[in-house]
T-cell receptor, first 111, second 116 residues
Framework: LAKTTQPISMDSYEGQEVNITCSHNNIATNDYITWYQQFPSQGPRFIIQGYKTKVTNEVASLFIPADRKSSTLSLPRVSLSDTAVYYCLVGGSSGTYKYIFGTGTRLKVLA | NAGVTQTPKFQVLKTGQSMTLQCAQDMNHNSMYWYRQDPGMGLRLIYY???????DKGEVPNGYNVSRLNKREFSLRLESAAPSQTSVYFC???????????????FGDGTRLSIL
C-alpha cells in the first residue's frame, strides 16, 4: 500500500496561492493521486485527481512530476472558507480498495 | 441530491452494548467503505465492499462486522462495544471507470459514536 507524507500544518493569508506538497515514493504504476478536503464535522470531499503532469479544475490544480513520487495541490487565491484539512491519497488502480489517508495537512487561512 | 446517507448521526453506548450503523448511497456505486476517524487523525479503513455480495477487511477490522445488504446499503456492526471504539465513523462509496480503476470516493457526514 502506498503511503503518503504531507506537512502537518500550514498558514496562509486570504488572496494568496497555497501549495501543499505530498510525497509518495512507492506509488504503483497504475495508481492515481487524489486530494480530499475535510471541514470539521463533515466527511472528506473530493477536490481533484490526476495521474501525471498537470490537472486543473474550477477549484484547484494538481502538479505531478514525471517520476510521480510527489504531487503538489495548488489552491489559487485562498479565502477563509478554505480553512480545512487536506488529504493526499494514492491508489485506485484496478483491484485496489485499501486507501491510506494519513494525518493530512491542516491549512489555516488568516484574514 | 442525497449522495451517501448515514444513520444515526450521534449515538452513546455503554460498554458491551451492540449497535449497527447504517449507510445508504443513491449513486448506484459498486464499492462501499467504512472508515473511522479518531481526534486529530486521518481516516482508517475498517472494511470495504468492492461490489454487492463481497466484503473484505481493511486496516482496523477487529471488533466490527459488516453486511452489504444490497447495492445501496452497507452496514457496520459493533457486537460488543468498547471505549476504544469511540470515534467518528464515515461511510463512502465509489465507482469503477471503464478501465477498471476506482474513482474518487463520496463520503457521508459521519456518525459520532461515544462508548462509556
Amino acid at each position: 500500500l502506498a503511503k503518503t507524507t504531507q506537512p502537518i500544518s500550514m498558514d496562509s493569508y486570504e488572496g494568496q496561492e497555497v501549495n501543499i506538497t505530498c510525497s509518495h515514493n512507492n506509488i504503483a504504476t497504475n495508481d492515481y493521486i487524489t486530494w480530499y478536503q475535510q471541514f470539521p464535522s463533515q466527511g472528506p470531499r473530493f477536490i481533484i485527481q490526476g495521474y501525471k503532469t498537470k490537472v486543473t479544475n474550477e477549484v484547484a490544480s494538481l502538479f505531478i512530476p514525471a517520476d510521480r513520487k510527489s504531487s503538489t495541490l495548488s489552491l489559487p487565491r485562498v479565502s477563509l472558507s478554505d480553512t480545512a484539512v487536506y488529504y493526499c491519497l494514492v491508489g485506485g488502480s484496478s483491484g485496489t480498495y485499501k486507501y491510506i489517508f494519513g494525518t493530512g495537512t491542516r491549512l489555516k487561512v488568516l484574514a | 441530491n442525497a449522495g451517501v446517507t448515514q444513520t444515526p448521526k450521534f449515538q452513546v453506548l455503554k460498554t458491551g452494548q451492540s449497535m449497527t450503523l447504517q449507510c445508504a448511497q443513491d449513486m448506484n456505486h459498486n464499492s462501499m467503505y467504512w472508515y473511522r476517524q479518531d481526534p486529530g487523525m486521518g481516516l482508517r479503513l475498517i472494511y470495504y465492499s468492492a461490489s454487492e455480495g463481497t466484503t473484505d477487511k481493511g486496516e482496523v477490522p477487529n471488533g466490527y462486522n459488516v453486511s452489504r445488504l444490497n447495492k445501496r446499503e452497507f452496514s457496520l456492526r459493533l457486537e460488543s462495544a468498547a471505549p476504544s471504539q469511540t470515534s467518528v465513523y464515515f461511510c463512502a462509496s465509489s465507482e469503477w471507470d471503464r478501465g477498471g480503476s476506482n474513482q474518487p470516493q463520496h463520503f457521508g457526514d459521519g456518525t459520532r459514536l461515544s462508548i462509556l
